[in-house]
């Protein structure tokens, strides 16, 4: 049973296990109103991809709790990582991290932390870190006719294809600080999200600076390869598997 893009429906109870890129997770809570909020972000975080009943052990257990106080806590595995009087900001964490653990271990996919649009039936491929610009450069992108395959991950099968990852985008503004429920969707720009793995035309590895001329440099694929490793999410667990696709 597959949960849709904005929701996980279980029948009963305050904990659930799904599997999502073959990799297990258990959610729990001591609170069903939270329990299912818990869910509709889970789902919504991983655009879809989930499995309940999965026979996947799960990698991690995350646990979000209605404290006595009326403040909410986030356990990782059983150990307390946040406690607040802000569900939002206790959200946002989980969705971060149930992410990240997705990225690490996922099975028979490589998450590389990049922006990625479709011309020409190819993935132009942008990583980079956090705050370099990738976003924006997707929209502008985005804005003169490409397909939209996500502002956050290149996600790649055995075969060196990428797959949609096209979550609202992240779209940072001065005074307001991005979160994941006000990403903006592609729509809003004039674009429309790929559906379809494509292979990799091309790589960029670039950051925004003011007053920068653009003067690009062709590197060798092996420089290639050494630039994007950085930004390779699971090099540091599974270095071989992340080398091999």
């Known amino acids: 049973m597959h949960g849709n893009r904005d929701s996980i429906v279980v029948a009963a109870g ?9 990799v297990g997770i258990l959610i729990e809570s001591n609170d069903a109103e939270i329990f299912e909020k818990l869910l509709v972000l889970a789902a919504k975080a991983l655009l879809g991809n989930v499995r309940l009943n999965s026979a996947e052990p799960a990698r991690q257990v995350f646990t979000v709790d209605r404290v006595d106080d009326g403040t909410f806590s986030l ?3 059983g150990e307390l990582l946040t406690e607040g009087s802000s569900f939002d900001a206790v959200a ?5 991290l149930l992410r990240l653990r997705i990225s690490e271990f996922a099975k028979d ?3 590389v932390h ?9 993935a132009i491929v942008i990583p980079a870190n956090s705050g370099c610009g990738k976003t924006s450069l997707v929209v502008e992108l985005v804005k003169l006719g490409a397909e939209y395959y996500s502002d956050e991950y290149a996600v790649l099968d055995s075969k060196g294809y990428v797959h949609p990852f096209a979550r609202d985008l992240s779209v940072r503004s001065e005074g307001r600080l991005w979160s994941e429920k006000d990403g903006i969707p592609v729509e ?4 429309k999200a790929g559906e379809e793995p494509i292979p990799v035309g091309m790589v960029i590895l670039t950051e925004f600076k003011p007053d920068a001329v653009w ?4 590197l060798t694929v092996g420089q290639g390869i050494l630039e994007t490793i950085s930004h390779t999410i699971p090099f540091r667990v599974n270095t071989e598997f992340s080398l091999m696709y």
Not at 114 to 122: C, F, L, N, T
Not at 188 to 191: H, S
Not at 215 to 218: A, M, Y
Request: glycine share 14%; charged share 25%.
């Open 75 to 77: 356990a990782r595995d």
């Open 188 to 191: 809003n720009f004039g674009g």
């Open 215 to 218: 003067q690009p440099d062709e």
């Open 14 to 22: 305050h904990s659930v296990t799904f599997e999502s890129y073959g």
């Open 92 to 96: 946002e964490l989980f969705i971060r």
């Open 109 to 111: 996919f490589v998450f």
């Open 114 to 122: 990049a922006g990625v649009v479709s011309w020409k039936g190819k």
